[in-house]
């Protein structure tokens, strides 16, 4: 499908004898005239080393600049910050995760307003980087695609005598038997130093995995896209289908807000009730819907979680991992159970 640069954001960077200036930097980093005369698509990645959840998103972009470049778009790579709850829970930085949400919206929107780029494709791993992704494309209303960067694997360890796979909830669990006495000293250490075997955001459904399911419902994250485990071979091509969607959305001229209505949200919403999800989702999906102009109600959680039942069995509340819904078939899959229930 054809473009029209000149009616482009990016036309204000790169289009014209006035913009030689902006044109010698591209220059500068090994562009040429064809790169330049593509739409730019930024990749935004919230990669930090903060903790496990982000720490693959900077080689996960690279397939994602890939699929941007395969589809005829100029990918421009650029991070922002993440506040970890996992971290940051427990003391005075825990004042600073909420407050990081409309930090990391504001950055996104800086960078991408300040060099004039057309779409975004924005990498996520820990809770405030999605719904904030999710606000800055709603705020800003350009063609955009979040892309979540996975699940943590589960930990495993011989525990009295036991095979035993792990979470990040266990390790919680062992503070509090360890308070009590019923866990020694070392039981305690060897669960701490086997919860969390390598990159991913935490394994349950908790806020992560609850708004990566939740933004896959509202339309702005590809179906699919955000169920591979961090560390799985199949994230990369999903990296490089998210890119190519985002030059794709540029041509046909689709931005955020075609994406977010009263419709997609409560689809969002029922998703979350209905895997027994986060109750963090009250406030994400109300601030996107905030952001995008769109009428939303927290009383809808009252109402669906009354008509709607939990479909899931998935941590914290259930006995499974977000691994484990993406072996038996995913988001997809959950998504059929919804519609063939009548749910969405």
Known sequence: MKFDKNKLPSRHVSIGPERAPHRSYYYAMGMNEDDINKPFIGVVSTWNEAAPCNIALMRQAQSVKKGVTNAKGTPREFCTITVTDGIAMGHQGMKSSLVSREVIADSIELAVRGHSLDAAVILVGCDKTLPAAAMALARMDIPGVIFYGGTIMPGHCKFRGE????????????????????????????????????????????????????????????????????????????????????????????????????????????????????????????????EAGVPFSIDLFDELSRSTPVISNLKPGGQYLAKDLYAAGGVRLFGQKLMEGGKI
Not at 172 to 179: N, S
Not at 226 to 237: R, S, T
């Open 163 to 290: 095979e035993k796979d792990l979470s990040i909830q266990d390790v919680f669990e062992a503070v509090g038997a360890h308070a009590k006495g019923d866990y020694s000293d070392e039981e305690l250490d060897q669960i701490e130093r086997k919860a969390c075997p390598g990159a991913g955001a935490c394994g349950g459904q908790f806020t992560a995995n609850t708004m990566a399911m939740a933004l896959a419902f509202l339309g702005l994250a590809p179906i699919g896209a955000g169920d591979p485990p961090a560390i799985a071979e199949e994230k990369a091509a999903e990296g490089v289908r998210c890119g190519r969607l985002a030059a794709e959305l540029v041509k046909q001229g689709k931005t955020a807000r075609q994406f977010i209505s009263e419709t997609s949200l409560r689809n969002a919403a029922v998703s979350v009730v209905a895997s027994g999800g986060s109750t963090n989702a009250v406030l994400h999906l109300a601030a996107i819907a905030a």
